[in-house]
């Protein structure tokens, strides 16, 4: 179980081969690439989202459950601070089974590939998501912004919204419809597990 602030902040990206370049020539080590499936949980009066809380269940290759919360920090432009609670389990059907009699259901569901580089003291992650290509780093407030001019990103693009958000963004910007969950079409779902299998 780990727990504590989690300060990290986000940049969309059009390639990941340049990011790629620069952490491999800097040292920095790929310790995984996974396809995730996450569901995030709430009550019927949506009680957890109006408190600014997460209730998150994730599959892949290490199941957890997360739990996000506000904290009162000093603001730093860019970045993106919350207390963060997380632990694997064993059976994640189970676990949302048990949150539902608790009455937290599922309004969320979400999947992406995650690739994370450790770069020093911070986690670089680079997600591929149906909607677009992120780059995330996490780590000591000192440590972020360094890290990304070395990567060839300015902290004037940072984003700290929620993927929930930037999706929400992406579709009001090409005039869609509001859509919830943002999951891989089942072509590219097949695609990309197939990919990751073939790379293991």
């Known amino acids: 179980m780990s727990m504590g602030d989690e300060i990290e902040t986000k940049f969309a990206v059009k390639s990941f081969e340049p990011v790629r370049a620069v952490l491999a020539e800097a040292g920095g080590v790929l310790l995984s690439r996974r396809f995730e499936e996450n569901v995030v949980l709430d009550d019927a009066a949506g009680s957890l989202r109006s408190r600014d809380v997460l209730l998150r269940i994730r599959r892949d290759a290490a199941n957890k459950v997360t739990v996000k919360t506000p904290v009162e920090a000093p603001g730093r432009p860019g970045l993106k601070v919350r207390r ?12 949302e089974a ?17 690739e994370t580089w450790q770069a020093g003291a911070c986690l670089v992650c680079l997600d591929e998501l149906p909607f677009g290509l992120y780059l995330e780093i996490e ?8 890290l990304a001019g070395r990567l060839g990103l300015s902290m004037e693009l940072a984003l700290t919204e929620t993927y929930h958000e930037l999706h929400q963004q ?6 869609l419809p509001p859509e919830t969950s943002f999951v891989f079409a089942p072509d590219a779902r097949r695609r990309l597990l197939a990919e990751l299998a073939a790379a293991t």
């Open 84 to 95: 963060e609670i997380e632990t694997e389990v064993a059976d994640p059907a189970a676990l």
């Open 170 to 175: 992406y579709r009001r910007r090409r005039n």
């Open 98 to 114: 048990a949150f539902a009699v608790l009455g937290y259901l599922p309004f969320l569901r979400y999947e992406k590939v995650r």
């Open 139 to 146: 780590g000591p407030a000192e440590s972020i912004a360094p």
